[in-house]
């Protein structure tokens, strides 16, 4: 099994504790806490080695440079605190943990540096501290150490950690980790994410988070770590939308925390409200029910609570399936006929059973029988036995039984929904879209020339004529427009644009045509056209007497029912928008919903981050409430969705490409059955930061796009060719048959390890990787094989793999390689070594290092003429340490 470089924090063999002399008479009290949370530790079990050291014992500190200590707590005042961590780098100690609270800025940025000089993993200050239960373990502060269990809490906030903790005490909830973090930390909440998604003693993971710091670095821990295993989110610092300072529809709607919502569901993670919705999340998603929807079946013996659940359920999104109100006198046979016949509703996704008390019932007689017959295998069933008394040893007997249990009908709903929403989010956790889609390629550099010339003139806001050229680049459809300088020639312009048509001022200050009388529709003759640019002119002037006025476009109506944007045959057209705002810290985020001059008003916002392709864009335009005006309706058809998915797409390109857009309204974009089309456009540019551009690996995006544009072709040496290109997570049924397929020789040279076929979650964070701090190359073989009917069938398979994941100081990478055994001898390992180390080099890496095994002569022999220096591992003799400097 490979060991995490957090492991010394963690799982320390040796602990040495900095808490003032041990014999003083009167210890602080963080020392004393300290004093008996290690002392019960070791009562209970831990059988690692504690020394208590004071700063001035020389001795015993040198004696510690010679052990090697995994891990050093520090409980001192204020000013010994840095000559304590000091010591701890000098010692060579591998982590340290800061429990001295109310530590100034200052002080933690002296410490971090020092820690980083040191090459120390640094928790804290101002951390509460961390309990490993498994292990017997409590280096907190934050009170007894809790009851073993599947469960490791993460919290930025310590106060709440405690709070947690005793209330799971009393609940009976256990942990295999608690790690709190405090707002100074230096390892972070992607570093313990990344420990955690690898722990074998943690099966769920809950987060309470405050902020964070780099969305690029979160995004990926969090993505990694709940591809192997549920993870529940509670996130604190919630305000309302809107920005005073936006200069688009699109910001001024879209809130922190809608983007952080849509964060959320990108990374697979099921976000809650409460905190005690972690727990009943967490219990609910260990249970690994089958892929469900979103559509429950209510079991009831009263009406009331069955009311308050399907209220709820709409609350939440959900469809409730059907009601069975089996009545008060239901008994355990009753119950156990509903719930067979709810699990074979097709149309029913999981199950809620509501058991009221009556006063001649019998709760637990009814939890029995249910009990005889539940499976946890099949769909969710979630039990709410309301009250107290009477019905809690029922509701303890069915719990024992893997089923979620609640004493309110709301709790159970909530459960439900989580178990809906990871499914849901997990889908989207598994797209990988590339920059591009697959339609037709872009101007991107016409594109690039338009905004650097708007920046040029030293403005950040285009004309509606530069925005509708700059979506002409990406191929989004827009209606004609044309500038007119005078009444003439808009009345010029008109006549041969055809009437009715469009008139709106157009002003590089103006954010809002229509707040300023600056729109004229339906404009229907020579005579209109010169009335309504004079109104218009007047009104603007008087409305902003200090804007600049290009002049009025004229362009011709859209969406009057009269087979436009697109077709012959009328069909009602529909207003929509798409959007894109920048988020401080995600980025770009794009936007879609109801258009139209009510946009903020509406505030219709469904959110995704980009990169998008069809699935996710499908997704995007279903969240929003405009879906429901885009179906068929009054025997008219539905619009063109796959148009709309194609403007969608080619938003995500523009974002992906021009790192220097900040705001965007597209809007309103007419669409009907024939097609959609923009018809009017707002967008804000700004200098993008240095580094940000597609050529520095799009920096600007939290989420990295699969580099497709790396897949290479090479030929093999005794005839055809194999493709090398980035690992997706599709790829991993083809992983799992490549390891497979390995003799027991290659598998052991590869892992170390005698394992048939990789475990499901090491398969998981093998094929699920970010681009930016892990890269892994997959080399694909097509073979042709004869068929039982004589037909020839074309499949692919994994014969070789290459990757290096960055190391903690950023600095430097670690690889690993293996090909598969029939493809001995074909160029594959030293092709896939050369593509692996001009990945890191790109990535401005310096130094690329591997661990090989000593008895592994032909990897050795590889090394050697690949340019690396071959030594000895300093720490484990049956290996050898592989450098080489890129």
Same mark, same amino acid.
């Given at each position: 099994?490979?060991?995490?470089?957090?492991?010394?924090?963690?799982?320390?063999?040796?602990?040495?504790?900095?808490?003032?002399?041990?014999?003083?008479?009167?210890?602080?009290?963080?020392?004393?806490?300290?004093?008996?949370?290690?002392?019960?530790?070791?009562?209970?079990?831990?059988?690692?080695?504690?020394?208590?050291?004071?700063?001035?014992?020389?001795?015993?500190?040198?004696?510690?440079?010679?052990?090697?200590?995994?891990?050093?707590?520090?409980?001192?005042?204020?000013?010994?605190?840095?000559?304590?961590?000091?010591?701890?780098?000098?010692?060579?100690?591998?982590?340290?943990?800061?429990?001295?609270?109310?530590?100034?800025?200052?002080?933690?940025?002296?410490?971090?540096?020092?820690?980083?000089?040191?090459?120390?993993?640094?928790?804290?200050?101002?951390?509460?501290?961390?309990?490993?239960?498994?292990?017997?373990?409590?280096?907190?502060?934050?009170?007894?150490?809790?009851?073993?269990?599947?469960?490791?809490?993460?919290?930025?906030?310590?106060?709440?950690?405690?709070?947690?903790?005793?209330?799971?005490?009393?609940?009976?909830?256990?942990?295999?980790?608690?790690?709190?973090?405090?707002?100074?930390?230096?390892?972070?909440?992607?570093?313990?994410?990344?420990?955690?998604?690898?722990?074998?003693?943690?099966?769920?993971?809950?987060?309470?988070?405050?902020?964070?710091?780099?969305?690029?670095?979160?995004?990926?821990?969090?993505?990694?770590?709940?591809?192997?295993?549920?993870?529940?989110?509670?996130?604190?610092?919630?305000?309302?939308?809107?920005?005073?300072?936006?200069?688009?529809?699109?910001?001024?709607?879209?809130?922190?925390?809608?983007?952080?919502?849509?964060?959320?569901?990108?990374?697979?993670?099921?976000?809650?409200?409460?905190?005690?919705?972690?727990?009943?999340?967490?219990?609910?998603?260990?249970?690994?029910?089958?892929?469900?929807?979103?559509?429950?079946?209510?079991?009831?013996?009263?009406?009331?609570?069955?009311?308050?659940?399907?209220?709820?359920?709409?609350?939440?999104?959900?469809?409730?399936?059907?009601?069975?109100?089996?009545?008060?006198?239901?008994?355990?046979?009753?119950?156990?006929?509903?719930?067979?016949?709810?699990?074979?509703?097709?149309?029913?996704?999981?199950?809620?059973?509501?058991?009221?008390?009556?006063?001649?019932?019998?709760?637990?007689?009814?939890?029995?029988?249910?009990?005889?017959?539940?499976?946890?295998?099949?769909?969710?069933?979630?039990?709410?036995?309301?009250?107290?008394? +009477?019905?809690?040893?029922?509701?303890? !007997? @069915? /719990? #024992?039984?893997?089923? =979620?249990?609640? $004493? &309110?009908?709301? *709790?159970?709903?909530?459960?439900?929904?989580?178990?809906?929403?990871?499914?849901?989010?997990?889908?989207?956790?598994?797209?990988?879209?590339?920059?591009?889609?697959?339609?037709?390629?872009?101007?991107?550099?016409?594109?690039?020339?338009?905004?650097?010339?708007?920046?040029?003139?030293?403005?950040?806001?285009? +004309?509606?004529?530069?925005?509708?050229? !700059? @979506? /002409? #680049?990406?191929?989004? =459809?827009?209606? $004609? &427009?044309?500038? *007119?300088?005078?009444?003439?020639?808009?009345?010029?312009?008109?006549?041969?644009?055809?009437?009715?048509?469009?008139?709106?001022?157009?002003?590089?200050?103006?954010?809002?045509?229509?707040?300023?009388?600056?729109?004229?529709?339906?404009?229907?003759?020579?005579?209109?056209?010169?009335?309504?640019?004079?109104?218009?002119?007047?009104?603007?002037?008087?409305?902003?007497?200090?804007?600049?006025?290009?002049?009025?476009?004229?362009?011709?109506?859209?969406?009057?029912?009269?087979?436009?944007?697109?077709?012959?045959?009328?069909?009602?057209?529909?207003?929509?928008?798409?959007?894109?705002?920048?988020?401080?810290?995600?980025?770009?985020?794009?936007?879609?919903?109801?258009?139209?001059?009510?946009?903020?008003?509406?505030?219709?916002?469904?959110?995704?981050?980009?990169?998008?392709?069809?699935?996710?864009?499908?997704?995007?335009?279903?969240?929003?409430?405009?879906?429901?005006?885009?179906?068929?309706?009054?025997?008219?058809?539905?619009?063109?969705?796959?148009?709309?998915?194609?403007?969608?797409?080619?938003?995500?390109?523009?974002?992906?490409?021009?790192?220097?857009?900040?705001?965007?309204?597209?809007?309103?974009?007419?669409?009907?059955?024939?097609?959609?089309?923009?018809?009017?456009?707002?967008?804000?540019?700004?200098?993008?930061?240095?580094?940000?551009?597609?050529?520095?690996?799009?920096?600007?995006?939290?989420?990295?796009?699969?580099?497709?544009?790396?897949?290479?072709?090479?030929?093999?040496?005794?005839?055809?060719?194999?493709?090398?290109?980035?690992?997706?997570?599709?790829?991993?049924?083809?992983?799992?048959?490549?390891?497979?397929?390995?003799?027991?020789?290659?598998?052991?040279?590869?892992?170390?390890?005698?394992?048939?076929?990789?475990?499901?979650?090491?398969?998981?964070?093998?094929?699920?990787?970010?681009?930016?701090?892990?890269?892994?190359?997959?080399?694909?073989?097509?073979?042709?094989?004869?068929?039982?009917?004589?037909?020839?069938?074309?499949?692919?398979?994994?014969?070789?793999?290459?990757?290096?994941?960055?190391?903690?100081?950023?600095?430097?990478?670690?690889?690993?390689?293996?090909?598969?055994?029939?493809?001995?001898?074909?160029?594959?390992?030293?092709?896939?070594?050369?593509?692996?180390?001009?990945?890191?080099?790109?990535?401005?890496?310096?130094?690329?290092?591997?661990?090989?095994?000593?008895?592994?002569?032909?990897?050795?022999?590889?090394?050697?003429?690949?340019?690396?220096?071959?030594?000895?591992?300093?720490?484990?003799?049956?290996?050898?340490?592989?450098?080489?400097?890129?």
């Amino acid at each position: 099994m490979e060991r995490h470089y957090l492991n010394p924090l963690f799982e320390p063999r040796s602990i040495a504790v900095f808490a003032g002399d041990p014999g003083a008479d009167a210890p602080t009290t963080l020392a004393r806490t300290l004093r008996r949370a290690l002392s019960a530790s070791v009562e209970a079990g831990y059988k690692g080695t504690i020394t208590w050291l004071d700063i001035g014992m020389t001795g015993k500190l040198a004696d510690l440079a010679s052990t090697r200590v995994d891990l050093a707590l520090v409980a001192l005042p204020h000013e010994q605190v840095a000559a304590a961590l000091e010591i701890i780098g000098r010692v060579r100690c591998r982590a340290a943990l800061v429990l001295s609270s109310q530590l100034p800025p200052a002080l933690c940025t002296q410490l971090h540096q020092t820690a980083h000089r040191y090459g120390v993993h640094l928790l804290g200050p101002n951390s509460l501290g961390l309990q490993r239960p498994g292990l017997h373990l409590n280096t907190s502060a934050l009170g007894p150490l809790p009851a073993k269990g599947p469960l490791a809490l993460v919290s930025q906030s310590g106060a709440l950690t405690a709070s947690m903790l005793d209330w799971a005490r009393a609940h009976g909830v256990g942990f295999s980790s608690v790690i709190s973090l405090g707002p100074n930390t230096a390892i972070e909440l992607p570093q313990v994410l990344d420990f955690l998604a690898t722990d074998g003693a943690t099966q769920s993971i809950l987060v309470y988070m405050e902020g964070i710091r780099q969305a690029r670095g979160f995004m990926s821990a969090l993505r990694a770590a709940a591809y192997t295993k549920p993870v529940v989110v509670m996130k604190a610092g919630r305000r309302a939308a809107g920005s005073q300072v936006a200069l688009t529809h699109s910001a001024a709607i879209v809130g922190a925390d809608d983007v952080f919502d849509a964060a959320l569901r990108r990374a697979g993670v099921v976000r809650v409200r409460q905190f005690t919705q972690l727990f009943s999340a967490a219990q609910c998603l260990a249970s690994r029910y089958r892929p469900v929807g979103r559509r429950l079946a209510i079991v009831t013996n009263g009406g009331g609570p069955a009311v308050l659940a399907a209220d709820w359920a709409g609350a939440l999104g959900l469809e409730v399936a059907q009601v069975a109100d089996l009545g008060e006198d239901a008994d355990g046979a009753a119950y156990v006929r509903a719930l067979g016949a709810a699990l074979a509703d097709k149309t029913a996704d999981g199950v809620l059973l509501i058991h009221s008390p009556k006063a001649d019932g019998d709760p637990m007689a009814v939890a029995e029988a249910i009990a005889a017959v539940h499976s946890p295998a099949g769909k969710p069933v979630v039990g709410c036995w309301l009250g107290e008394a +009477t019905t809690r040893t029922a509701r303890e !007997l @069915l /719990a #024992a039984r893997q089923m =979620p249990m609640f $004493r &309110t009908p709301e *709790a159970a709903v909530d459960a439900f929904h989580s178990i809906a929403s990871f499914y849901r989010n997990q889908q989207l956790l598994q797209q990988t879209p590339p920059p591009l889609s697959d339609l037709a390629e872009p101007d991107t550099e016409g594109a690039r020339l338009l905004v650097e010339g708007v920046l040029a003139e030293r403005r950040k806001v285009l +004309t509606e004529m530069e925005s509708k050229a !700059l @979506l /002409a #680049a990406f191929r989004i =459809p827009v209606t $004609r &427009t044309m500038l *007119a300088r005078s009444a003439n020639e808009a009345m010029l312009i008109a006549s041969q644009l055809g009437y009715p048509v469009a008139l709106k001022i157009d002003s590089p200050d103006i954010a809002h045509k229509s707040d300023v009388h600056g729109v004229a529709l339906g404009v229907a003759s020579a005579a209109q056209v010169r009335e309504r640019y004079e109104e218009m002119l007047l009104a603007v002037r008087r409305a902003r007497p200090e804007a600049r006025i290009h002049g009025v476009t004229v362009q011709p109506m859209a969406g009057r029912g009269d087979g436009t944007p697109g077709g012959d045959t009328p069909s009602p057209a529909r207003e929509v928008y798409v959007g894109m705002t920048t988020d401080e810290p995600f980025g770009p985020v794009i936007t879609f919903g109801a258009g139209g001059t009510m946009i903020e008003l509406i505030a219709d916002r469904a959110m995704e981050l980009p990169p998008l392709n069809k699935f996710l864009a499908g997704s995007l335009i279903e969240r929003a409430r405009a879906a429901e005006m885009l179906g068929p309706w009054r025997g008219a058809p539905a619009a063109d969705i796959d148009a709309l998915e194609q403007i969608l797409l080619r938003v995500s390109e523009m974002v992906c490409a021009l790192p220097q857009l900040r705001e965007m309204d597209i809007n309103p974009i007419i669409v009907d059955a024939h097609g959609a089309v923009a018809v009017d456009a707002r967008i804000v540019v700004e200098h993008a930061a240095r580094g940000s551009g597609a050529a520095s690996n799009y920096q600007h995006l939290a989420i990295l796009p699969y580099p497709a544009r790396q897949e290479q072709t090479w030929p093999l040496k005794g005839g055809g060719v194999y493709t090398v290109r980035p690992i997706r997570p599709d790829d991993a049924d083809m992983l799992q048959a490549f390891v497979r397929g390995l003799s027991p020789e290659s598998r052991w040279f590869r892992f170390a390890s005698h394992m048939p076929e990789l475990p499901a979650r090491m398969l998981a964070r093998y094929t699920l990787i970010d681009y930016d701090r892990e890269m892994a190359l997959v080399a694909i073989l097509k073979e042709r094989r004869a068929a039982d009917d004589g037909a020839e069938t074309e499949s692919e398979r994994i014969v070789g793999v290459s990757r290096y994941i960055t190391n903690p100081d950023a600095a430097s990478c670690e690889f690993s390689l293996v090909v598969a055994d029939d493809m001995s001898g074909q160029g594959l390992g030293t092709r896939l070594m050369m593509s692996i180390i001009e990945q890191a080099r790109a990535k401005g890496l310096a130094e690329i290092i591997g661990l090989v095994l000593v008895n592994n002569a032909k990897m050795l022999e590889l090394m050697a003429a690949l340019g690396f220096t071959v030594q000895a591992a300093p720490e484990d003799p049956d290996f050898k340490l592989v450098v080489k400097a890129l």
